[in-house]
C-alpha cells in the first residue's frame, strides 16, 4: 500500500515559518472529502509511525493533523508527541460532551488544539478556555462572521486565529490588519508589488554560470574563468569541494581541479542554489526551502522518467519562485538571465515537459490529486516511487536550510 501525503506551511505574522499541515490521501486518485476521515487520520499515523519519520516532514517545527471524534475518542493523539503536532478537529465534528470531554484531556496532556474551518456557534465558547488556535477560510468566511469571531474571542487571549487559504499579499495585509496571527496559503511565493530590481554584479555572474552549466557540453576553461575573476565565488566553490561530502583523499588546489571533481550534476546544484540563496535573503526562509523542494523533486521526477537531463529539471524547479524572490514578473525577470530556452518556456507555462515537471511538483505540494495523478500515469511511473521522491526532496531542503542556518 502506498502512502501519500504533502505538507503546507503556516506563517506567522512576520511571514516566518510557525508550523505545517500534513495532508494525506488514500492514493493521488482520490481526493477528499471522498475518503473516509477516520481512515485517513489513522493512516496519517501510521505512516508517521511506520513510513517517514514525523521529524522528515517537519523538522523542528510543530504538524497540524486532522482528527475526527472516532479517533479522539480512539486516544490516537496520545501515539503523537505533544511537542511535535497540533491536534486540528475536523469542521464535521460537531461540539457536544464528548468532544468537550477530549478536549478537556488533551489540554491537561500538554497537546495544542485547533478547530479546523471553524462554524461560528454560541456552543462553542464552552471550548474557549481550551482551543488554542482557531482556524478560518479567509475566502469563504464573510466579513461580518469573522468580525462576530473577532468579539467573541476577545475575552480568551489563548485563542490565536489563523486565516486559511491566504494566495495573495493583499489578502495577508487584510488579515493581517485585522488581528490573525498565523497564515496558511502560498502568498509568500507570488511577487509583492511590480518593480524593477537589477541583479548585482555578483548575482550576474551567477546567472552566467547557470547557462553555462545548462548546456548539454560545458565548456570547462570559459566557466573556470568565469570564477576566476570572482574572488568570493571561488572561495565558496573550493569549500564547498573540500568538504565533508564528497570524501576525498587529498585536498582541492584550483579551480579547475574543484570544477572536474563536483561534476555538471553537482555544480548546477550548488550554483541554483546559491543564485537562489543570494537573491533571496530579503525573503521569507520558507520561499527557499519551497524552491529547493521543488527543484530536488523535479530532479527526482526527471531522473525516474529519463527523459531529459536531470539538471534542467532541477533548475527548473529553483528557478520556479524567482519571481517572487524579485518581486518582478517572470516574463521580465527571464529576459535578465540567460537561461536555456526550455528552462524558460517551462517558467513562463509554455509546453514542454520541463513545464509539465514542474506542474506535477506544485500539484503535489498543495495536495492536488488528480492532476498529479494523471501526469503520474502519463509518464508511465510507478505510484510507489514518486511519494518517494518528494519525502526525499522534502529532506533535502531541509538539511539545505540547516546548512545555510536558515539564512
Given at each position: 500500500m502506498y502512502f501519500y501525503a504533502a505538507r503546507q506551511p503556516i506563517l506567522d505574522r512576520d511571514k516566518n515559518l510557525f508550523a505545517y499541515e500534513l495532508l494525506f490521501r488514500d492514493g493521488v486518485e482520490n481526493v477528499f472529502p471522498d475518503i473516509d476521515g477516520d481512515e485517513a487520520t489513522s493512516r496519517m499515523i501510521a505512516g508517521s509511525q511506520f513510513n517517514f519519520g514525523l521529524d522528515d516532514f517537519l523538522g523542528d517545527k510543530p504538524g497540524f493533523i486532522n482528527f475526527t471524534l472516532d479517533t479522539l475518542l480512539k486516544k490516537y493523539p496520545s501515539m503523537l508527541p505533544k511537542e511535535q503536532v497540533v491536534i486540528e478537529i475536523?469542521?464535521?465534528?460537531?461540539?457536544?460532551?464528548?468532544?468537550?470531554?477530549?478536549?478537556?484531556?488533551?489540554?491537561?496532556?500538554?497537546?495544542?488544539?485547533a478547530l479546523d474551518d471553524y462554524i461560528h456557534q454560541p456552543v462553542w465558547r464552552h471550548f474557549y478556555p481550551l482551543i488554542d488556535i482557531i482556524k478560518i477560510d479567509f475566502r469563504e468566511t464573510s466579513q461580518e462572521t469573522i468580525d462576530e469571531i473577532l468579539v467573541a474571542?476577545?475575552?480568551?487571549?489563548?485563542?490565536?486565529?489563523?486565516?486559511?487559504?491566504?494566495?495573495?499579499i493583499e489578502e495577508f495585509q487584510r488579515a493581517l490588519n485585522?488581528?490573525?496571527?498565523?497564515?496558511?496559503?502560498?502568498?509568500?511565493?507570488?511577487?509583492?508589488?511590480?518593480?524593477?530590481?537589477?541583479?548585482?554584479p555578483a548575482q550576474m555572474t551567477l546567472a552566467e554560470l547557470l547557462y553555462e552549466t545548462s548546456k548539454a557540453e560545458m565548456d570547462l576553461a570559459k566557466i573556470t574563468q568565469i570564477f576566476?575573476?570572482?574572488?568570493?565565488?571561488?572561495?565558496?566553490?573550493?569549500?564547498?569541494?573540500?568538504?565533508?561530502?564528497?570524501?576525498?583523499?587529498?585536498?582541492?588546489?584550483?579551480?579547475?581541479?574543484?570544477?572536474?571533481?563536483?561534476?555538471?550534476?553537482?555544480?548546477?546544484?550548488?550554483?541554483?542554489?546559491?543564485?537562489?540563496?543570494?537573491?533571496?535573503?530579503?525573503?521569507?526562509a520558507e520561499l527557499m526551502r519551497l524552491a529547493m523542494t521543488r527543484a530536488r523533486f523535479a530532479e527526482g521526477i526527471a531522473g525516474l522518467h529519463r527523459k531529459t537531463d536531470t539538471g534542467k529539471a532541477f533548475l527548473t524547479g529553483m528557478m520556479s519562485l524567482i519571481d517572487a524572490i524579485l518581486d518582478e514578473p517572470m516574463s521580465s525577470v527571464l529576459s535578465k538571465l540567460p537561461l536555456a530556452k526550455e528552462i524558460k518556456d517551462a517558467l513562463v507555462g509554455?509546453?514542454?515537459?520541463?513545464?509539465?515537471?514542474?506542474?506535477?511538483?506544485?500539484?503535489?505540494?498543495?495536495?492536488q490529486w488528480q492532476p498529479a495523478n494523471a501526469l503520474i500515469e502519463k509518464f508511465g511511473l510507478a505510484n510507489a516511487n514518486v511519494p518517494d521522491a518528494y519525502h526525499e526532496a522534502v529532506q533535502w531542503a531541509n538539511e539545505q536550510m540547516r546548512a545555510l542556518g536558515d539564512r
Open positions: 475536523l469542521e464535521t465534528v460537531q461540539p457536544g460532551k464528548r468532544l468537550l470531554t477530549e478536549c478537556q484531556q488533551l489540554k491537561d496532556a500538554g497537546y495544542t488544539i474571542t476577545a475575552g480568551f487571549p489563548n485563542i490565536k486565529l489563523l486565516a486559511e487559504k491566504v494566495e495573495t485585522m488581528g490573525f496571527s498565523y497564515f496558511q496559503g502560498y502568498f509568500f511565493s507570488k511577487p509583492e508589488m511590480l518593480q524593477s530590481k537589477a541583479l548585482s576566476e575573476r570572482d574572488v568570493n565565488l571561488s572561495y565558496k566553490l573550493l569549500r564547498y569541494s573540500n568538504s565533508a561530502v564528497f570524501k576525498r583523499r587529498s585536498e582541492i588546489e584550483t579551480i579547475k581541479q574543484a570544477l572536474v571533481v563536483l561534476g555538471q550534476v553537482e555544480l548546477k546544484k550548488f550554483l541554483s542554489v546559491l543564485f537562489t540563496a543570494q537573491v533571496s535573503s530579503e525573503k521569507p509554455e509546453p514542454g515537459l520541463l513545464g509539465e515537471y514542474l506542474t506535477l511538483v506544485k500539484s503535489y505540494e498543495q495536495a
